[in-house]
């Protein structure tokens, strides 16, 4: 393995920060939320006593501040796996890597991150507006294969490829699963169950507009083979915390069932429900 980086590959900004994120090493608390929406960055830091850190590049906003005595960071990634690679790496960066160096650090750091977001079921049993912990992931957008060493199979995952019907798509996938030892904070989320990772918001989710989509039963297939719900970050944050050292956890309060053609008459209020649910059990 390179110890030192040349420039090209951990890309800097003018004050030393990690070039997306904006940030330096002491921005960051060692439990950090992550959310897609900008938006909601301050609408959970507005649960903080302090705020000590407000920055933003792109659509990345980071809010770092303490509730009841413990410092936490909550960052928004924006949409998608690939926003997720970015996001990873260059958390891992601020931690692991000396960046006035270029080095990596001797002692391996690990963070504790944890998804919120929104998410849609594919299971007719699931009710809206309640709270869903991933424990396996099924990614379908292929990130984790320019990885060279990640590898993942459990009994989820074995299960799902035997049953797979769709060839075309099957090279795309890969798996991974929560860390367990941080899964306690969530005990008493009413659903824990497996979600798919999606590259897209219309035909990977079964919506048509102009475009057809592959098949008019690709939900009801997956919802066959285990799934239970979908979104478009997770597969991404559990294969590389899997891979870089760190433990991460998502959970998605429920906002809409696509087999019942459900919806949240609020999904405001269902938002702030889950930022207050999270909260009240991440720090204590």
């Known amino acids: 393995m390179i110890n030192k980086l040349a420039a090209s590959e951990l890309v800097l900004n003018d004050d030393g920060s990690v070039y997306h994120l904006n940030l ?73 890597i000396d960046l006035k160096a270029k080095e990596f650090k001797k002692e391996h750091k690990s963070l504790e991150l944890f998804r919120m977001g929104t998410c849609g079921s594919v299971n007719p049993d699931i009710e809206v507006n309640n709270m869903l912990v991933t424990q396996n992931v099924v990614g379908l957008d292929g990130l984790m294969h ?76 997956l919802n066959d083979l285990g799934v239970s719900n979908f979104e478009m970050e997770t597969s991404a944050i559990y294969g590389l915390s899997k891979l870089l050292g760190h433990k991460a ?6 906002i809409a069932n696509r087999r019942r053609g459900e919806f949240a008459s609020d999904h405001h209020a269902s938002e702030k429900m889950m930022i207050e649910w999270v909260l009240d059990r991440i720090i204590k």
Request: proline share 5%; glycine share 6%.
């Open 24 to 96: 330096l090493p002491e921005d960051l608390a060692d439990k950090v939320l992550l959310v897609g929406d900008p938006d909601r960055v301050p609408k959970v830091s507005k649960f903080f006593d302090t705020i000590e850190i407000k920055k933003n590049k792109r659509e990345f906003y980071t809010h770092t501040g303490t509730l009841r005595g413990e410092r936490i960071t909550v960052m928004s990634t924006g949409i998608g796996t690939e926003n997720i690679d970015i996001v990873m790496n260059e958390l891992d960066a601020l931690v692991n």
């Open 146 to 221: 320019f990885y060279q060493d990640y590898q993942f199979e459990n009994e989820f995952s074995k299960n799902f490829l035997e049953k797979f019907p769709y060839e075309r798509i099957k090279p795309m996938l890969y798996f991974s699963d929560w860390a367990e030892d941080i899964a306690d904070y969530y005990a008493d989320a009413k659903y824990r169950g497996n979600t798919a990772t999606f590259p897209g918001f219309y035909a990977p989710q079964g919506r048509q507009l102009r475009l057809k989509a592959l098949d008019d039963q690709f939900l009801e297939t």
């Open 249 to 254: 956890i998502t959970v998605n309060c429920v």
